[in-house]
């Protein structure tokens, strides 16, 4: 399937569908190295992940809310596509707390896995 293949709604939620993915397998502890050479190398990625970025660090969204907020909310994240958009899911997936506070959380936490 060719990128302008893939349904619009997929894309905009990439970093949904590959982070909960790849958190649930298990597999985002094993990204630490990747995730510090994508740090060194590359711009300032985007908060939520842009499809690029979506299968190595969409994980690290979903990383952070279950550090946060617990399993319960990242299984709810992931199961329930918020009709108004990523930001409104984010807002509530991390309690209501403002999208800009939750991006600089987001951050953090990739600069600590990167450096761990």
């Given at each position: 399937m060719r990128l302008g293949e893939i349904p619009l709604a997929e894309l905009r939620w990439a970093w949904l569908l590959e982070g909960a993915a790849r958190w649930f397998a298990g597999q985002t502890d094993y990204a630490r190295p990747a995730i510090a050479r994508r740090l060194r190398e590359g711009p300032a990625p985007s908060f939520p992940p842009g499809i690029r970025d979506a299968p190595l660090l969409g994980g690290t969204v979903i990383d952070l809310l279950v550090s946060e907020e617990g399993e319960e909310a990242a299984a709810e994240l992931a199961s329930h596509l918020h009709p108004q958009g990523a930001r409104a899911a984010?807002?509530?997936?991390?309690?209501?707390?403002?999208?800009?506070?939750?991006?600089?959380?987001?951050?953090?936490h990739l600069e600590l896995l990167a450096s761990g």
């Open positions: 984010l807002s509530r997936a991390f309690r209501g707390r403002t999208f800009a506070r939750t991006e600089r959380a987001w951050r953090a």
